[in-house]
């Protein structure tokens, strides 16, 4: 049988397992849902809205069903979340009427057209035209295409950040409160970084920090196929031993295999002590950084190479730096 077949084999089997577990955690996802959109409705008819929209927003990312989506916009309407009530009416017209389902197109385009006055909008600027500028609207990145248009927010407390390649970064919060308010912030220009904070912000990792994290993953591999394959080794040889009562009486299979698991024995104490070796020297790595040099080095090209032979194992180590 080719390693091809094999492999093949092997991915199959995979594959099969995951869709197993993706059919289970679906189904058990499927019935939290259906039991956090009975409360959420419950706290809803008892206009218990602020306890009921948690419950809904939880419901929906478990099993986004049209259905919750539309109480889900009912609700947060409710606590005057109109813009994100509004979007979410929009998406149910949509689905809606993808379904034909008319009644909910009316019903949810109905609340699109009444809380189109009363959105809330926010327009962003620059001050100058900053290389690079990146921005944030309530921790979400917003993209420069967002500039200059008038953004449908909800009441409330909200926060914008700037920042640039080589320069400070910038922050601002304001609120909202009214119905149909409207905001507009100008990003400033932002303040260039002194030399030495932008190069700690354009210095990379170091090499060493990769080739130690590698030799960690390369030990700890070799640990775990070692310990495998020698308790594997080690019960075919003692079922292949005791001949007589004497327990170092064995056949031929049991002396192959006693001495294919001191082999693997070996490779996994190998495996244990690179294992070690390399997960430390990643951590020390990571805290202390690398040397500063004025020129940048050449990448790292690593090749990592393990030993085997029947009483011995090793790990060789090679390459440029």
């Known amino acids: 049988m080719s390693w091809k077949i094999v492999a093949s ?7 099969m ?8 955690v679906s189904s058990s996802d499927a019935a ?18 602020k306890e009921a929209c948690p419950r809904l927003e939880r419901s929906y990312k478990l099993d986004p069903a049209a259905g919750t989506l539309l109480n889900l916009a009912v609700c947060h309407e409710a606590v005057n979340k109109t813009a994100t009530a509004w979007d979410e009416f929009r998406e149910s017209v949509t689905i809606a009427r993808r379904e034909n389902r008319d009644e909910r197109v009316k019903f949810a385009q109905a609340h699109v057209d009444a809380l189109k006055d009363r959105l809330c909008t926010l327009t962003v600027k620059q001050a100058v035209q900053e290389t690079g500028l990146e921005w944030k609207l309530d921790g979400a990145n917003m993209g420069i295409e967002s500039l200059g248009v008038a953004l ?55 090499p060493w920090l990769f080739v130690a994290g590698g030799v960690g993953v390369v030990g700890l591999g070799m640990l775990a196929v070692g310990g495998i394959e020698a308790l594997s080794e080690w019960n075919v040889r003692t079922n292949n031993c005791g001949i007589g009562g004497d327990p170092n009486a064995c056949s031929q299979t049991g002396m192959d295999a006693d ?24 951590v020390l790595i990571a805290a202390l950084g690398h040397p500063k040099s004025k020129e940048a080095p050449p990448p790292a090209k690593i090749s990592l190479s393990p030993t085997l032979t029947p009483y011995s194992a090793g790990l060789s180590l090679g390459g440029v730096f």
């Open 32 to 49: 939290i849902a259906q039991s956090l959109f009975d409360e959420g409705r419950k706290l809803m008819a008892e206009k218990k809205y």
């Open 259 to 282: 001495k294919q698991a001191r082999t693997w024995a070996i490779v996994a104490d190998v495996g244990l002590g690179v294992g070690i070796a390399g997960t430390v020297a990643t």
């Open 9 to 15: 084999t092997i991915l199959a089997c995979v594959l």
């Open 152 to 206: 449908a927010i909800d009441p409330g407390t909200h926060v914008v950040e700037a920042k640039a390649p080589g320069k400070k970064p910038w922050k601002t919060e304001f609120e909202v409160h009214k119905d149909a308010e409207t905001k507009a912030i100008e990003i400033p220009v932002l303040v260039v970084l002194p030399p030495e904070e932008v190069a700690k912000e354009k210095k990379g990792l170091s």
């Open 17 to 24: 397992q995951v869709g197993v577990a993706h059919a289970q």
